[in-house]
C-alpha cells in the first residue's frame, strides 16, 4: 500500500482560526452612556478630575484594557474578525477621549499625517502635557484652596475634601518649598496691580526648575516703586508749578483790581488824577506845573478831611 505524504502548506500562508467567525477573540464594545462631565482643558487645570471621571467612564465601557494596553491586537492574518473589531473597540475608546478634551487639545492625539493614533498613545500624551503644568498652576491651586471658605449653605465635608484635593494637586505636580510658598504670598498681594501679577504669572509659567525665584519678584518690585517714586516727584514739581502759577495770575488780578480803582483823567486818558487837577491842554489845571497842581491837590484833600471831621461832630 503507497505511503500517505502531506502536501506541506506554503511558508507564506498563514491558516485563519476556525473559531475567528464564529466565536472571536475580541467582541464589540458599545458604549452606551454619553460622556456628560467636564471637558479637559488646560486653561482650567483640570486634569485629574477628568481623569478621573474618564475612568469610571471607560471602565463602564468595558474599553478600559485599551487605554492601559492590557488588549494586545490580534492577527489581521489569523483573526481578521478579532483584528477588526479590536479597531472597532480601539477607535471607539478613541472617539470617547477626543470627545472629552477641548478641542485645541485634539492635535496632541493625532499623528503628524492625520491619523488618529492608537487609544493608549493618546492617553498616555494627554498626561505629562497637563500633569507637568508647571508653577503657575501649583500657584493657582493653592490660592484657590487658600481663599475657599466654607459658608451656612454649602456642604463642609464636601468644601473639605475639595480643599485638600486642591492641595494634593498641587503636590502632584510639583515640589513645593519656601521659595515657592514665598512667590505665591507675593502673588497674594499684587492682585491690584495687574502688570505685576500678569509679569510674575507668565515668568513662573515660563520657569523651568525654579529658576524664577521669589528674588527676582522683590528685584521686579524694587523697579516698580523707583518708577513709582520718579512719577510721585514728577507730578508734586508739576503741582508746584501749577501752584505758583496760579498765585502769580490771582495776584496780578488783584493788582488790576487795585489799579482800576485808582484816579483816572477823561481829558488826558491817564490814571493817578482826574480831570480838575490835569495840567495838560483841557484839564481843569491846564498850564499849571506839577508842583502847584500837587499842591492844590494836597489843599483840596485837606478841606475834605475837615468837611468830614465837622460832620462827625
Known sequence: MPETVETPLPTNMTVVLASDESHPSITLNHSSTPYTANK????????????EDMLIHLMGSCLFYYIEGDSPIPSATSEPCA???????????????????????????????????MVKAAWTTLKPRHKNKGPICQVNLLQKALAAKCTKDMS???MGHQICKDIKQAFTIGTLNQNFL???????????????????????TNSKSGAYTSEDILLLLETEQSLHDTDTLKRNHND?????????????????????????CTSCK????????????????????????????????????????????
Not at 40 to 51: C, D, R, T, V
Not at 107 to 113: A, D, P, T
Open 40 to 51: 479637559l482643558s488646560k486653561a482650567k487645570g483640570n486634569y485629574q478630575q477628568w481623569y
Open 156 to 158: 463642609l465635608p464636601e
Open 182 to 204: 514665598c512667590c505665591i504670598t507675593l502673588m497674594n498681594v499684587l492682585e491690584d496691580f495687574l502688570h505685576l501679577h500678569t509679569t510674575v504669572s507668565t515668568s513662573l
Open 270 to 313: 491817564c490814571s493817578g488824577h482826574t480831570h480838575p487837577y490835569c495840567i495838560l491842554t483841557g484839564g481843569g489845571m491846564e498850564g499849571k506845573t506839577i508842583h502847584q497842581q500837587n499842591h492844590i491837590n494836597l489843599t483840596s484833600q485837606c478841606k475834605v478831611l475837615q468837611c468830614d471831621q465837622s460832620a462827625l461832630m
Open 83 to 117: 483584528h477588526k473589531t479590536w479597531l472597532t473597540n480601539n477607535h471607539q475608546a478613541w472617539s470617547i477621549i477626543a470627545g472629552s478634551i477641548d478641542p485645541s487639545e485634539r492635535v496632541y492625539i493625532k499623528l503628524e499625517n492625520g491619523s488618529t493614533t
Open 240 to 264: 508746584q508749578i501749577t501752584e505758583s502759577t496760579a498765585l502769580a495770575v490771582q495776584q496780578s488780578k488783584s493788582s488790576r483790581s487795585t489799579s482800576s480803582n485808582a484816579p483816572f
